[in-house]
């Protein structure tokens, strides 16, 4: 669970009734679906904050989406023939306004696609993520009993430059019922020193672990300023708790 506080709880009490008073888990799920491309130069140009979902097919990428929004069928619509190759976008953001969007990229290293068509499909993804502009956070989905892949290596390298830069980046480990309390530990562990700096959550979508968690983390990437804000509040008020602290037992001085 994060230790920060909730975001509808940040907000002093006479802030304006607009936005919205929203929790992250809220906000995932207004998902709805945008737009489809095959080609990078297929998508529509915006200036909202962009995390993209990526992962080596079977990852749990679509279960985690589809948990995440609380929409079923959401992220299977990648998986819908004619779609497996095409970067699927949905909106999110309270009553109709766009304030980020969500980045599904389909599944790699899945044996049955044509040689062809993989390298090519590769190739726009990699594409995408070097220089799609307004792309703020990239989720790599990963099944720790089989650990990070080739490609998923290839892919963190072809990112690397931009998490350097600031690009916020996040590994999820997917299907964690399936892992013991030692092997999630193990597997966190390992996780983070491939994470780069990156942030590294355990999930499964069947206990619902980690959803909470991946939600306000998403919501603070989408909404920087506000993330900021609600840390500054929560700085303080543990300064003023410890300030009472001493108020109440002065700290003997050295003399
Ligand atoms: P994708 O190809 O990366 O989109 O993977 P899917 O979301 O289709 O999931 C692949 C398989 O893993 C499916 O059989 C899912 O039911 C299963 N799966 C996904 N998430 C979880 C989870 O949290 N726990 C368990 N036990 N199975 C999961």
């Known amino acids: 669970m994060s230790t920060r506080p909730r975001v509808s709880n940040s907000l002093p009490p006479t802030a304006p009734a607009t936005p919205a008073l929203v929790t992250p888990m809220g906000w995932m799920h207004t998902a709805r679906f945008l737009t489809t491309a095959a080609q990078l130069h297929h998508l529509p140009a915006m200036d909202t904050p962009e995390i993209a979902f990526v992962g080596r097919s079977n990852a749990g990428k679509s279960t985690c989406i589809n948990t995440l929004t609380q929409k079923k069928q959401l992220a299977f619509a990648s998986k819908k023939p004619g779609r497996t190759q095409h970067i699927n976008l949905f909106a999110l953001g309270k009553q109709g306004i766009t304030d980020a969007v969500l980045a599904d990229l389909p599944g790699y290293g899945y044996a049955a696609v044509a040689k062809m068509d993989k390298l090519r499909w590769q190739q726009v993804m990699a594409n995408y993520l070097v220089s799609r502009e307004n792309l703020t956070g990239i989720v790599m989905m990963c099944d720790p009993r089989h650990g990070l892949t080739e490609l998923d290596d290839i892919l963190l390298e072809v990112i690397r430059p931009r998490v350097e830069q600031g690009l916020k980046f996040l590994i999820i480990l997917t299907k964690a019922d399936k892992l013991t309390r030692a092997e999630q530990a193990k597997a966190l562990s390992i996780a983070r020193l491939q994470a780069g700096g990156g942030e590294v959550k355990l999930f499964s979508a069947l206990k619902k672990q980690g959803v909470d968690e991946v939600a306000q983390l998403l919501w603070d990437w989408a909404h920087p300023a506000q ?25 003997a001085l050295d003399e």
Do not use: R
Request: glycine share 0%.
């Open 227 to 251: 993330a900021a804000t609600a840390d500054a509040a929560a700085a303080a008020s543990t300064e003023n708790a410890s300030a009472n602290d001493s108020e109440a037992e002065p700290e």
